[in-house]
């Protein structure tokens, strides 16, 4: 007999060791049924439980009380229990509060996709395609801020933000001390720092890889490029400070950032140094490892090492000519 | 008159100083359980008399105190949750500005009972004079040898603190007000683990509120069996009703519980009608987060039976036809009062307490205020109606605390029984700005339950 725990999500079993949460249990098995989560990050102790994206239906408690939970339960914070049944994308119920929460989630998003250097990379971009609805019901103002320079390498542009609360969870684990945070409340809450002080230590960085949405962006990479023309390659190099395990973003021969290697829920493997991520930029600095693994599903395994041309511009002398530099630079690499 | 267990000697010149309060029999019940109870005959008292939360849940406040887990080794801590800020509830402010010493009573047996030796009085920030007098209160009760080391030489040890809130709704949520007694933001904690486990500092503490913590102070005094006549069923007891409104007297009683409604609003002991000679069109029964009824509703079931301000008959037909007993916040409007304006106004109030740390929340009660806001003032739609009723079912049950569901309910039922009322503010949006609706068919006697199935 093993210690293990039996649960079964959407109708398959899986063992787990006891204290997993619903969510890591799904992660196990993987596919369709691993509810999205937006707040929550695995290395992140006490994350979690905030956004409510990841509500799931569980309906048989265990082997020992085999009662329903009464509400829907956000599954990354609740544990699991021996015999537990749980539903996720085979509950209309859960279904239905999940595209409620999208909804929310999006009325006061700016939606500015288009501008964002996020997008392409975005959890709640993904979100909304998957679970959302097309067209919004709110017809009033969103709320908005002034964009914020947190340090001379990030900004913060709260406007975006979905108060995931990621960052401060960062600014408290893996940082000496926490100089930002919450203020305010409700829908008027915040992320700032203490009288616009500038967040200075040498992993604060890595706030920006959590950040789910583009609230917290690279001002080294700002408006650099697009997300899905630039190729990821993982390297590393010997850091005093952290493991200097990263992927480094190309265009061209150019190395536009440096981010750590995101996992298949786009949570970073390591956390990495300021150093790495913002002043090491050359590719002699780096021991390149390879071409990242990128889902086929993401919009950045779109961008292809040879440019295909629109059929409308391969028509279009003039496109063609418009677009020469582009061409020559894609197929010189 | 009906027995007053709470605010029997409410009237008694000086009762808030201890030498009265003593006089009047106080600090019995101190006596009584320090001197002659162990702890487990404590809780077995307050089981057998069927207490229940008196903050809103309604959960058996024995059945907590069992739950609470008692490891060898670790501090264990009462906190009284004094942060009273429903909109329509006013009672625990009355208890504690007239009669402190019951609250600090209450607090010794209560601590005693569940070994704590360190115990909190969280109270809201606003309430800056009942600060002051029950930490004048507690420096009598510790000059006479009630607090501190060695209680009535019997070895127990007890510190009662008081501390202020910032004054946030939301701090009255148990888990956020141990956030904010720890000296952090009041966001709500992720259940579980319940505050039974872990709870102030980590360790097993029970929030209570102030009344039932009162409450067992005539508990221990006359035995729980004693207790458990007064009342109704599973209602044990009497409960304070902060009535307010178009009453002709408003103010806080102490009621049996199951007491019928319609005594409660038109009997010259407790309100004595509505005020102005105006007829009765809807009543909040338990505080602002329960469901609004119509005048027909309130005083009679769906099933023809008088209402009683008990828990269960305020509850009997669920949400469809029923409400709750909630904190005893009992608003009544007249046949003047607005209920969309009603509506915009708690859901202005949820919006801008909400904490905002979990989405739907955040978000939602910003959205419901807003719609709101256009109905009430003449630019709504007719999908605004459904609208509401969406987002209100997509913020009930999905947040991590009942704020969500507080301010999904009184906008759900709000519409549930005065969809009249909404739609005529959206097809006479002017002249809904000049004149109220009226009473309309609210206070119509209900249809028999066999005409309304035949239809």
Redesign the interface.
Same mark, same amino acid.
């Given at each position: 007999m093993s210690d293990k725990v039996k649960v079964t999500i959407d109708g398959i079993t899986v063992e787990v060791e006891p204290g997993t949460s619903i969510l890591n249990a799904a992660r196990q098995i993987g596919g369709d049924i691993v509810p999205p989560a937006m707040c929550y990050y695995s290395k992140l102790e006490g994350s979690?439980?905030?956004?409510?994206t990841c509500?799931v239906k569980v309906s048989k408690g265990s082997e020992k009380d085999p009662r329903p939970m009464p509400? #829907?339960v956000?599954s990354c914070?609740t544990?699991v229990m021996d015999g537990m049944e749980v539903q996720n994308i085979t509950s209309p119920e859960v279904i239905e509060?999940r595209k409620?929460?999208v909804?929310?989630?999006l009325?006061?998003h700016p939606l500015d996709c288009p501008v964002c250097d996020q997008a392409g990379e975005c959890h709640l971009q993904d979100l909304s395609f998957e679970h959302g609805v097309a067209d919004t019901?709110?017809e009033?103002d969103r709320r908005t801020f002034e964009k914020i320079d947190i340090g001379d390498k990030i900004q913060l542009h709260m406007t975006r933000c979905? #108060?995931c609360?990621r960052c401060v969870y960062v600014a408290d684990q893996i940082t000496d001390n926490r100089v930002h945070?919450?203020l305010?409340?409700?829908?008027?809450?915040e992320i700032s720092t203490y009288i616009e002080k500038a967040i200075e230590n040498d992993f604060s960085g890595n706030v920006i890889d959590v950040c789910p949405v583009g609230a917290l962006t690279d001002k080294t990479f700002r408006f650099k490029n697009r997300v899905w023309f630039t190729k990821p390659v993982d390297a590393h190099r010997d850091c005093p400070k952290c493991k200097g395990k990263v992927t480094l973003w190309y265009k061209g021969e150019e190395v536009l950032r440096v981010t750590g290697r995101k996992d298949q829920f786009g949570e970073v493997e390591d956390f990495i140094c300021n150093t790495c991520r913002f002043d090491t930029k050359n590719t002699s600095d780096w021991v390149i490892e390879g071409p990242r693994h990128i889902s086929h599903t993401s919009v950045i395994s779109s961008n292809h090492y040879e440019m295909t041309l629109l059929p409308v511009i391969k028509e279009n002398p003039i496109l063609m000519e418009a677009n020469k530099i582009e061409f020559d630079r894609a197929t010189k690499v | 008159m009906a027995r007053k267990l709470l605010l029997g000697n409410i009237n008694v010149p000086g009762i808030h100083t201890f030498d009265v309060y003593r006089q009047h029999g106080g600090y019995r019940a101190v006596e009584k359980a320090l001197k002659t109870m162990t702890p487990d005959a404590v809780v077995e008292e307050v089981k057998t008399s069927g207490l229940r939360g008196r903050g809103g849940a309604g959960f058996p406040t024995g059945m907590k105190w069992s739950f609470l887990a008692k490891p060898e080794g670790r501090e264990r801590y009462l906190v009284c949750n004094a942060d009273e800020s429903e909109p329509g509830t006013f009672k625990d402010r009355y208890l504690m500005t007239h009669i402190p010493h019951l609250l600090i009573e209450g607090m010794i047996v209560s601590s005693f009972a569940l070994g704590a030796k360190t115990s909190y009085i969280y109270v809201r920030g606003e309430m800056m004079p009942q600060i002051r007098i029950l930490e004048r209160a507690i420096a009598e009760a510790k000059n006479a040898g009630f607090l501190g080391k060695n209680i009535l030489g019997s070895g127990y040890d007890l510190e009662l603190y008081v501390q202020p809130g910032g004054g946030a709704y939301i701090c009255g949520e148990e888990t956020a007000l141990i956030e904010s007694l720890e000296g952090k933001r009041g966001n709500p904690r992720i259940k579980p683990p319940f505050p039974a486990i872990s709870g102030v500092w980590a360790c097993p503490t029970v929030v209570n509120n102030v009344e039932t913590i009162a409450a067992v102070v005539p508990i221990i005094n006359d035995g729980g069996e004693e207790y458990a006549k007064v009342g109704n069923g599973r209602s044990t007891g009497t409960k304070l009703i902060s009535a307010s409104g178009n009453l002709n007297k408003p103010g806080v009683y102490e009621i049996e519980l199951g007491l019928p409604v319609e005594e409660f609003i038109y009997s010259e002991e407790y309100c004595g009608g509505i005020a102005n000679g105006k007829r009765l069109k809807a009543v909040v029964a338990g505080g602002s987060s329960v469901p609004i009824l119509p005048a027909n509703l309130i005083l009679k079931t769906i099933n023809g039976q008088p209402r009683l301000m008990s828990y269960e008959s305020l509850s009997d037909g669920g949400f469809q036809t029923g409400s709750m007993l909630g904190s005893g916040g009992f608003i009544a409007f007249d046949e003047d009062q607005c209920i969309v304006r009603n509506t915009w106004n708690f859901a202005r109030f949820y919006h801008h307490e909400s904490c905002g740390q979990c989405s739907p929340c955040r978000e939602g009660t910003g959205w419901m205020e807003k719609v709101l806001h256009n109905l009430e003032n003449g630019h709504g739609k007719m999908s605004d109606i459904d609208l509401l009723v969406d987002v209100s079912k997509k913020i009930e049950g999905n947040t991590i605390c009942p704020l969500g569901d507080a301010a999904a309910w009184p906008v759900a039922s709000a519409i549930r029984h005065f969809r009249d009322e909404f739609e005529w503010h959206i097809t006479n949006s002017k002249t809904a700005m000049e004149q109220n609706y009226g009473l309309a068919n609210y206070a119509d006697p209900l249809p028999k339950l066999e005409e309304a199935i035949q239809n």
């Amino acid at each position: 007999m093993s210690d293990k725990v039996k649960v079964t999500i959407d109708g398959i079993t899986v063992e787990v060791e006891p204290g997993t949460s619903i969510l890591n249990a799904a992660r196990q098995i993987g596919g369709d049924i691993v509810p999205p989560a937006m707040c929550y990050y695995s290395k992140l102790e006490g994350s979690g439980g905030k956004c409510r994206t990841c509500l799931v239906k569980v309906s048989k408690g265990s082997e020992k009380d085999p009662r329903p939970m009464p509400k #829907l339960v956000a599954s990354c914070r609740t544990g699991v229990m021996d015999g537990m049944e749980v539903q996720n994308i085979t509950s209309p119920e859960v279904i239905e509060a999940r595209k409620g929460v999208v909804e929310i989630l999006l009325i006061n998003h700016p939606l500015d996709c288009p501008v964002c250097d996020q997008a392409g990379e975005c959890h709640l971009q993904d979100l909304s395609f998957e679970h959302g609805v097309a067209d919004t019901r709110y017809e009033f103002d969103r709320r908005t801020f002034e964009k914020i320079d947190i340090g001379d390498k990030i900004q913060l542009h709260m406007t975006r933000c979905i #108060l995931c609360y990621r960052c401060v969870y960062v600014a408290d684990q893996i940082t000496d001390n926490r100089v930002h945070g919450i203020l305010g409340r409700g829908d008027a809450s915040e992320i700032s720092t203490y009288i616009e002080k500038a967040i200075e230590n040498d992993f604060s960085g890595n706030v920006i890889d959590v950040c789910p949405v583009g609230a917290l962006t690279d001002k080294t990479f700002r408006f650099k490029n697009r997300v899905w023309f630039t190729k990821p390659v993982d390297a590393h190099r010997d850091c005093p400070k952290c493991k200097g395990k990263v992927t480094l973003w190309y265009k061209g021969e150019e190395v536009l950032r440096v981010t750590g290697r995101k996992d298949q829920f786009g949570e970073v493997e390591d956390f990495i140094c300021n150093t790495c991520r913002f002043d090491t930029k050359n590719t002699s600095d780096w021991v390149i490892e390879g071409p990242r693994h990128i889902s086929h599903t993401s919009v950045i395994s779109s961008n292809h090492y040879e440019m295909t041309l629109l059929p409308v511009i391969k028509e279009n002398p003039i496109l063609m000519e418009a677009n020469k530099i582009e061409f020559d630079r894609a197929t010189k690499v | 008159m009906a027995r007053k267990l709470l605010l029997g000697n409410i009237n008694v010149p000086g009762i808030h100083t201890f030498d009265v309060y003593r006089q009047h029999g106080g600090y019995r019940a101190v006596e009584k359980a320090l001197k002659t109870m162990t702890p487990d005959a404590v809780v077995e008292e307050v089981k057998t008399s069927g207490l229940r939360g008196r903050g809103g849940a309604g959960f058996p406040t024995g059945m907590k105190w069992s739950f609470l887990a008692k490891p060898e080794g670790r501090e264990r801590y009462l906190v009284c949750n004094a942060d009273e800020s429903e909109p329509g509830t006013f009672k625990d402010r009355y208890l504690m500005t007239h009669i402190p010493h019951l609250l600090i009573e209450g607090m010794i047996v209560s601590s005693f009972a569940l070994g704590a030796k360190t115990s909190y009085i969280y109270v809201r920030g606003e309430m800056m004079p009942q600060i002051r007098i029950l930490e004048r209160a507690i420096a009598e009760a510790k000059n006479a040898g009630f607090l501190g080391k060695n209680i009535l030489g019997s070895g127990y040890d007890l510190e009662l603190y008081v501390q202020p809130g910032g004054g946030a709704y939301i701090c009255g949520e148990e888990t956020a007000l141990i956030e904010s007694l720890e000296g952090k933001r009041g966001n709500p904690r992720i259940k579980p683990p319940f505050p039974a486990i872990s709870g102030v500092w980590a360790c097993p503490t029970v929030v209570n509120n102030v009344e039932t913590i009162a409450a067992v102070v005539p508990i221990i005094n006359d035995g729980g069996e004693e207790y458990a006549k007064v009342g109704n069923g599973r209602s044990t007891g009497t409960k304070l009703i902060s009535a307010s409104g178009n009453l002709n007297k408003p103010g806080v009683y102490e009621i049996e519980l199951g007491l019928p409604v319609e005594e409660f609003i038109y009997s010259e002991e407790y309100c004595g009608g509505i005020a102005n000679g105006k007829r009765l069109k809807a009543v909040v029964a338990g505080g602002s987060s329960v469901p609004i009824l119509p005048a027909n509703l309130i005083l009679k079931t769906i099933n023809g039976q008088p209402r009683l301000m008990s828990y269960e008959s305020l509850s009997d037909g669920g949400f469809q036809t029923g409400s709750m007993l909630g904190s005893g916040g009992f608003i009544a409007f007249d046949e003047d009062q607005c209920i969309v304006r009603n509506t915009w106004n708690f859901a202005r109030f949820y919006h801008h307490e909400s904490c905002g740390q979990c989405s739907p929340c955040r978000e939602g009660t910003g959205w419901m205020e807003k719609v709101l806001h256009n109905l009430e003032n003449g630019h709504g739609k007719m999908s605004d109606i459904d609208l509401l009723v969406d987002v209100s079912k997509k913020i009930e049950g999905n947040t991590i605390c009942p704020l969500g569901d507080a301010a999904a309910w009184p906008v759900a039922s709000a519409i549930r029984h005065f969809r009249d009322e909404f739609e005529w503010h959206i097809t006479n949006s002017k002249t809904a700005m000049e004149q109220n609706y009226g009473l309309a068919n609210y206070a119509d006697p209900l249809p028999k339950l066999e005409e309304a199935i035949q239809n």
